[in-house]
């Protein structure tokens, strides 16, 4: 049981757009950082959003971040099916004084 | 370029002890904080533990007292110490950087617990 809440899979097709969605609670989204991550398959995770919402360089425009109160969204716009992937979003918890992680969500580009 | 490797995997037997060792290079390795995370066969990630610049450790409930991260900068490394193994340990083991997130990973070493 992941202490932030993603949904297991979301699907879409080429060209189209899609969000996953990361819940948490005040002692870790809703006070600190959030990251994001994509891990394709056999290989190490990525750093796709970090602060929430800047992407590192390198990590083009069509993924974006945004955090409001608890909650964080990864945007991917122009899917490729190239984005097939887990992505996992990431954040220090206060209360725990530990790193989470959420469950991962697979995303299928149809 | 940044890399970070990994070594020392492998398999053992419940209860046993394993040392895992990252490499790192490409960077000014003693000015960033240092992270293990770890990733079950078909699981997610797992933070496992955490060393900063200062030399402060942290743990989750899940290996604090079995598991000690340690670094030492002049050999531009980081290790896990892994004691009272168990067979939920069994995973691939990544050696992690972190700035504003964690932004570069190792490729990861396996470690089995089993008998």
């Known amino acids: 049981q992941s202490v932030l809440t993603q949904p297991p899979s979301v699907s879409a097709a080429p060209g189209q757009k899609v969000t996953i969605s990361c819940s948490g609670s005040?002692?870790?989204?809703?006070?600190?950082?959030v990251s994001w991550y994509q891990q394709l398959p056999g290989t190490a995770p990525k750093l796709l959003i970090y602060d929430n919402n800047k992407r590192p360089s390198g990590i083009p425009d069509r993924f974006s971040g945004s955090k409001s109160g608890t909650s964080a969204t990864l945007g991917i716009t122009g899917l490729q099916t190239g984005d097939e992937a887990d992505y996992y979003c990431g954040t220090w918890d206060s209360s725990l004084s530990a790193w989470v992680f959420g469950g991962g969500t697979k995303l299928t580009v149809l | 370029e940044v890399q970070l490797v990994e070594s020392g995997g492998g398999l053992v037997q419940p209860g046993g002890s394993l040392r895992l060792s990252c490499a790192a290079s490409?960077?000014?390795?003693?000015?960033?904080?240092m992270h293990w995370v770890r990733q079950g066969t078909g699981k997610g990630l797992e933070w496992v533990s955490a060393?900063?610049?200062?030399?402060?450790?942290y743990y989750p409930g899940s290996v604090k007292g079995r598991f000690t991260i340690s670094r030492e900068n002049a050999k531009n490394s980081l290790y896990l110490q892994m004691n009272s193994l168990r067979a939920e340990d069994t995973a691939v083991y990544y050696c992690?950087?972190?700035?504003?997130?964690?932004?570069?990973w190792g490729q990861g070493t396996l470690v089995t617990v089993s008998s």
């Open positions: 005040s002692s870790n989204i809703g006070n600190n950082f």
């Open positions: 992690v950087r972190a700035t504003n997130g964690f932004d570069y």
């Open positions: 060393i900063v610049t200062a030399g402060d450790t």
């Open positions: 490409g960077f000014t390795f003693s000015n960033y904080d």
